[in-house]
């Protein structure tokens, strides 16, 4: 009977250490594809990866379900449509005055007064090629040629329109800002401040960007097209050309109106919504536009 029950205890025995082997494995195969993933999206690297955020690749809700309102949606944000982006990092802040001024010093022809940039608007808050002090982490005012430029010498793109607002979201859906519905001066640079202010000053999304409403508005790759909603590629739309590569290499060539994002220091609560988009030339300084980049995912 000794032996019986013995033979049973051992055999019981064995098979709960199998069974926790087999658990254990279980666990390393899924945790280490986990872990690696997460050191991924989150690490920082010598190629331009730091202070960015990894951007998962999907569908999203694109735009606005209106109905248009004189203080609320506009015709040019719908419909509201399912839209698919690859993955993409993307700069947790605006670029701010001092990573500029590090760019037009080791690119003299986009200083103040060159042959591309001999408009009295351009950097205009600057001391020549110098930003005021006291600023050197507030955002940059530049046009787009500039910000193209600055994008390309940091091994960077400016994002496409989809890129920007899927960002923007930080996995919300169907909201009006990239925290929720509601707002109030204590959430983005809006409406009752004077100048712009450090970037990082107020909560990031759900993403962890920071200023994706209000602030300065931003830059994007895409041309304005008021009706490019109305029958948009579902798959990494861009407006304005047949692929990203062409606007990229050729923007020096671009004359027709971009996309704007995002909203300013000025701008009313409705107009720093997520949906919300406007033109402005390329070579629009005057109106203190600003930029982030993105870093698509290689395949």
């Known amino acids: 009977m000794f032996h019986k029950n013995f033979s049973q205890k051992k055999t019981a025995t064995g098979t709960a250490v199998t069974t926790l082997n087999n658990i254990w494995k279980m666990i390393k195969f899924i945790s280490i594809p986990c872990m690696i993933l997460v050191l991924f999206a989150s690490c920082k690297t010598a190629d331009g990866e730091s202070n960015m955020v990894l951007i998962p690749a999907g569908e999203f809700q694109m735009g606005n379900e209106g109905p248009v309102e ?57 001391n020549r090629n110098n930003y005021p002090e006291g600023q050197g982490n507030h955002p940059v005012n530049v046009n787009w040629y500039a910000a193209m430029a600055y994008a390309k010498w940091a091994g960077k793109r400016l994002p496409t329109e989809a890129e920007w607002e899927k960002a923007a979201r930080g996995g919300l859906k169907n909201k009006d800002y990239p925290w929720g519905d509601s707002i109030n001066t204590s959430m983005a640079n809006y409406e009752v401040n004077s100048s712009t202010v450090p970037v990082g000053s ?34 990494n739309p861009i407006a304005g050309a047949d692929n990203i590569t062409d606007i990229v290499k050729n923007y020096k060539d671009v004359k027709s109106p971009r996309v704007m994002r995002g909203g300013d220091w000025v701008f009313s609560a409705d107009s720093i919504r997520v949906s919300k988009c406007w033109k402005l030339p390329p070579e629009d300084n005057s109106h203190a536009p600003s930029f982030r980049c993105v870093k698509p995912i290689k395949p």
């Not at 701010?96 to 060159?114: H, I, R, V």
Request: charged fraction near 25%; glycine fraction near 6%; include cysteine.
């Open 202 to 235: 107020y909560a990031p999304n759900k993403y962890g960007l920071y200023d994706m409403a209000g602030n300065v508005a931003e830059w994007c790759l895409d041309e304005y097209q008021a009706d490019f909603y109305q029958d948009p590629p579902k798959r």
């Open 70 to 126: 004189m203080h609320g949606p506009q015709a040019d944000e719908m419909p509201w449509h399912t839209v698919y982006v690859d993955a993409f990092y993307i700069d947790k802040y605006e670029v701010t005055n001092a990573e500029f001024k590090k760019f037009l010093d080791a690119n003299p022809e986009w200083q103040k007064g060159s042959k591309f940039q001999d408009d009295e608007t351009y950097l205009g808050f600057w």
